[in-house]
Structure formats: structure tokens, C-alpha cells
């Protein structure tokens, strides 16, 4: 985190500005995309985004973590502590834990429903007991607690020109769009975690099962059966993004350029996966860089040209609750699995 955009928020408290640092090195290691689209948002905005993704980070490190000594049992008491602590922060209790210290935090400036943070825990919970949907509602079902509700939470850090509740169906399914795109890139790496995050029923549709993904992964080989239940896995996918497009000019119009920077370079990977002829079974698709710069590059001058507009219109950032104090005897310490470096 820069003392930049620490200061622009008001953050001042040591404890508190160390946590929020902790929460972007969470963002820059693990959400190149994301990140990548945080950078073009107003700098007093940034740090609010940063503990929202950094949390959401941690509780998924505990579910994923291929750290072959921790078993079911241990990652779901952790989970329960994490969940715990979470609350207890919320409600105003000492928050010790830098990640929840920073998002108890944002939760109380922006005004965020704790709701949100609820129902994303129990996703969380649900993945380390469930490994596949029988139906695209039942993964809907888990998604508004994995995805949609990032889209919910980050909604009042970004602004909106219309009613917050007209926009929040565009900002769910956002957060839908770009994790449904992610299960499509991260099919052979979920196999590996014994998950299968695509519908059942659509595979089953084009002759697919579970066993006919693991044979594909374990040895490479294609099957034009799979070849077209992941298409039509990209055409659902696709259809979310309609869903959430007219979402982008809810938005506070400083707030835009950042987001649509993300919708498309999320779209981008779908086009990376098509290019690369649905081969996600056995490898990662990636979007190139030249392609990246270009995207980053329009959005610079998005943000330009919204900032320009803002300052002629007298448009004012978002309004802030007052900051929260950080507990006595908060440590900013981090557990152990968060990770120090920058991307």
C-alpha cells in the first residue's frame, strides 16, 4: 500500500494502515486481473478494495491451500475461528488479525450489510463438504455467497449515480461473471482438488461426466465431447456478462474506468480459453500481456477523461463513515499463509 493512498483515505493509525498493506500484497500476488484494475481507481478508494479482496483471499487460501498435512477437519476449524473473529470485529471487538482488522474496518467506513460477509463464509464452509453441482442453480446457490456478494460488498466503495439497490443485481452478477470465468479457466486445477465446479446437468448434456475429465487430465488427450460442454460453459458464462454490463453506467463515473477495465479483461480470458481450443483440462488459458497493456492503457485514459468531468461537475467521493479505531493490543501480525511479496 502507498502512503498515498493510505493518506487519501484518512488511514493513519499505524496498526491499521500495516493491515490494510497486508491486505494489497494479498491482492497483487493472487489477483493479477483485479489488481491490475484497482490501480485505475480514485487512490482514496483503493485501500477499501484492497481489504475486501485480501479477506476474501485469505478465507479461500484456507479452503485451497494444497498444504497436504492440513486435513478437512483443520481447515473447517480454522474457517470457524476466521468466522469468529470476523464478527467479532463487525460488531466493534478487538480485531487482532490484520485481515480482519482492515475489513471490519471498510465494512464500518463504506457501510457495507454484514449479510454479505455471512453469506460469503458459508460458501466457503460449503467447499470443503461439496465438490460438485448437480444443476447451474445449484452453483448459482453458491456463488451468490463465493461471488455475488463481492460485487454487493464493493458497490458502495465504488458509488452509484442511481439508487444503490437499482445497481446491486448488475454488481452480483459481475462477481458471478468473473468467478463462473475463472471455474472455466481452473477446470484441470480443480480436478486436482477433486472439484468440479461446472453444472453436472450441462455436461452430462454433451456426454461428460467427472470420470471423462479426470481420464482427459491424467492423460492429456482431448475428447471433442469436452470441447463442447466447455463451450457451452463459455456461452453461459457470456450471458452473465450481458447480465451485468448495464451496471457499469450505474456507476459513479470515477469509479467506472476500473471496472470496465476488469469486465473486459475477464471477458479476454473466455477469448484466451476459445483461442487456445478449450484445452483448460490440462493447462491454464492466459490473456497476453500486449493485450493487457492495451486494455490498462484505454482505462488511464477513462480515468482521465471521468476525473476531468468530475472536477467540471463538482462530483464529490463517495462519503465516508468515521474511521474505526483499531483494538488496543492489535498486533499486525499476519497468520502465517500470508504471503510478503508484491507481484
Not at 475486501?52 to 491451500?65: E, K, M, P, Q, T
Not at 498435512?69 to 460488531?91: F, I, K
Not at 460485487?151 to 458502495?156: A, D, E, I, R, Y
Not at 485514459?301 to 476525473?307: L, P, S
Request: with cysteine.
Amino acid at each position: 500500500m502507498t502512503d498515498r493512498e493510505l493518506d487519501a483515505a484518512g488511514i493513519t493509525d499505524p496498526a491499521l494502515r500495516d493491515a490494510y498493506t497486508r491486505c494489497r500484497r494479498l491482492n497483487a500476488r493472487h489477483g493479477k486481473t483485479y489488481f491490475l484494475a484497482t490501480r485505475l481507481l480514485p487512490v482514496e478508494r483503493r485501500p477499501a478494495v484492497h481489504a475486501l479482496y485480501g479477506f476474501a483471499r485469505w478465507a479461500d487460501d484456507i479452503v485451497d491451500s494444497l498444504d497436504a498435512t492440513l486435513t478437512t477437519e483443520g481447515r473447517a476449524a480454522d474457517l470457524d475461528r476466521l468466522r469468529t473473529r470476523l464478527e467479532h470485529g463487525l460488531q466493534g471487538g478487538d480485531a487482532t488479525d490484520p485481515v480482519v482488522l482492515a475489513v471490519a474496518d471498510t465494512a464500518e467506513r463504506y457501510g457495507i450489510d454484514h449479510r454479505h460477509f455471512a453469506d460469503f463464509m458459508i460458501s466457503m464452509r460449503s467447499d470443503l463438504e461439496v465438490t460438485d453441482y448437480p444443476t447451474y442453480a445449484d452453483l448459482r446457490t453458491y456463488m451468490h455467497g463465493s461471488a455475488a456478494v463481492i460485487g454487493l460488498q464493493m458497490l458502495p466503495v465504488l458509488g452509484t449515480v442511481v439508487p444503490r439497490e437499482e445497481a446491486a443485481p448488475h454488481a452480483a452478477a459481475l462477481g458471478v461473471a468473473f468467478q463462473l470465468t475463472n471455474f472455466l479457466r481452473d477446470v484441470g486445477e480443480d480436478l486436482d482438488r477433486g472439484r468440479v465446479y461446472l453444472p453436472a446437468d450441462l455436461l452430462a448434456a454433451h456426454g461428460v461426466d467427472r470420470e471423462l475429465l479426470h481420464w482427459s487430465r491424467r492423460t492429456g488427450r482431448r475428447d471433442p465431447r469436452i470441447t463442447e460442454a466447455l463451450r457451452a460453459v463459455e456461452d453461459l458464462t457470456r450471458g452473465v456478462y450481458r447480465e451485468a454490463a448495464p451496471g457499469l453506467a450505474m456507476l459513479d463515473p470515477v469509479s467506472r474506468p476500473a471496472i470496465r477495465t476488469a469486465f473486459v479483461l475477464y471477458g479476454g480470458i473466455l477469448e484466451a480459453i476459445a483461442a487456445d481450443g478449450y484445452t483448460v483440462v490440462h493447462r491454464r488459458a492466459v490473456v497476453p500481456r500486449r493485450r493487457r497493456a492495451v486494455v490498462a492503457l484505454d482505462g488511464l485514459v477513462r480515468v482521465a477523461a471521468a476525473r476531468t468531468g468530475s472536477r467540471v461537475t463538482g462530483s464529490r467521493p463517495v462519503a465516508l463513515r468515521a474511521p474505526r479505531r483499531p483494538a488496543a493490543g492489535a498486533t499486525g501480525h499476519s497468520p502465517e499463509h500470508l504471503h510478503e511479496e508484491v507481484a
